[in-house]
């Protein structure tokens, strides 16, 4: 099983900042790495599918880097609406697997 | 645009099982999707439990293996969940979601709400 472990678990920020949360997969996974937004009481929205692609309706100031094993996801210009937990996905193989969920919290 | 609804029991109990519907509309479930159930205990992260295309081909995590059954049903057109022999660990909210079957390592893109499931006595 490929395990993925996000960093920072928890980040307080405030708004404008520009926050950058990283994904490192056990083993290579290529690009096959795809970023969540979950708000409170809300299901997972995608926001950046293999690694770099804008899904639709996410916000430009959401972008994504990375392949192999090493992945990131930043946030320019933080807004109030952006407080939410984030998480990382690998579909690359079974079974597929999240990391445990950044949780960014707005000052 | 493709919406997903889950329902059924709110309340199990232990050694029972679980059972759970989601409803596909905007889209057919024999559509090229995998359709995928993700579960999230109270207050923590994402579980992938597993999959299902319409042919029959499914994947689970082998975690819990054993205890799923994940089918379609075409002429409702959706999905369903089984596990049994339920604990209080299977507390959860029980996400389907879809990704795409014939692009290679698609991400989930349409979700549901989510059916939250206790067990308990």
């Known amino acids: 099983e490929i395990v993925l472990t996000q960093s920072p678990d928890f980040q307080s920020v405030t708004p404008e900042e520009k926050v950058t949360i990283t994904c490192r997969a056990s083993?290579?996974?290529?690009?096959?790495l795809h970023w969540y937004q979950q708000k409170p009481d809300q299901s997972p929205k995608l926001l950046i599918q293999y690694a770099s692609q804008s899904f639709s309706g996410a916000p430009s100031r959401f972008s994504g880097s990375g392949s192999g094993t090493d992945f990131s996801l930043t946030i320019n210009s933080l807004e109030a609406e952006d407080a939410a937990t984030y998480y990382c996905h690998q579909s690359s193989s079974l079974p597929h697997t999240f990391g445990q969920g950044t949780k960014l919290e707005i000052k | 645009q493709m919406q997903l609804q889950e329902s059924g029991p709110g309340l199990v109990k232990p050694s029972g099982t679980l059972s759970l519907t989601c409803v596909v509309s905007g889209d057919s479930v024999s559509s090229g999707n995998w359709w995928t159930w993700v579960r999230q205990p109270p207050g923590k992260g994402l579980e992938w439990i597993g999959e299902i295309f319409h042919s029959g081909i499914t994947n689970y995590n082998s975690s819990l293996k054993s205890r799923v059954t994940i089918s379609v049903d075409k002429s409702k057109n959706q999905l369903s969940l089984k596990v049994n022999s339920v604990t209080a660990a299977d507390t959860a909210l029980y996400y389907c979601a879809t990704r795409h079957y014939y692009y290679h390592g698609s991400a989930l893109n349409y979700w549901g709400q989510g059916t939250l499931v206790t067990v308990s006595s």
């Open positions: 083993q290579a996974i290529g690009t096959n």
